[in-house]
């Protein structure tokens, strides 16, 4: 997480990625960083316990899939329609 936070922005700013997750499995956590029109990463609000994507349209990811069992990563997968 350490080199997320610190060494790798520079290059994603370089390479203007407009949305940076940060999951800690090991702490349980998820942060959403959204690039602004000022160049800096702010850190996203979550609504209504899913990150809506502002990259990739019609795209959510539900906060409560990250660390659940690996049975609930199917749900998941159906939700998204990818099985």
């Known amino acids: 997480m350490k080199l997320c936070r610190g060494l790798q922005r520079p290059r994603l700013r370089l ?3 407009r949305e940076c997750w940060l999951i800690d499995p090991e702490r349980m956590t998820a942060e959403f ?3 602004g029109e000022d160049a800096r990463y702010h ?3 979550p ?3 899913a990150y809506y994507s502002k990259v990739v349209p019609g795209f959510s990811l539900q ?3 990250l660390f659940q069992n ?3 990563a199917l749900d998941a997968l ?3 329609k990818l099985m």
């Open 15 to 17: 390479c203007e990625v």
């Open 33 to 35: 960083y959204e690039l």
């Open 43 to 45: 850190l996203a609000n």
């Open 47 to 49: 609504g209504q316990g």
């Open 63 to 65: 906060l409560s899939w």
């Open 70 to 72: 690996p049975l609930a």
């Open 78 to 80: 159906r939700e998204l």
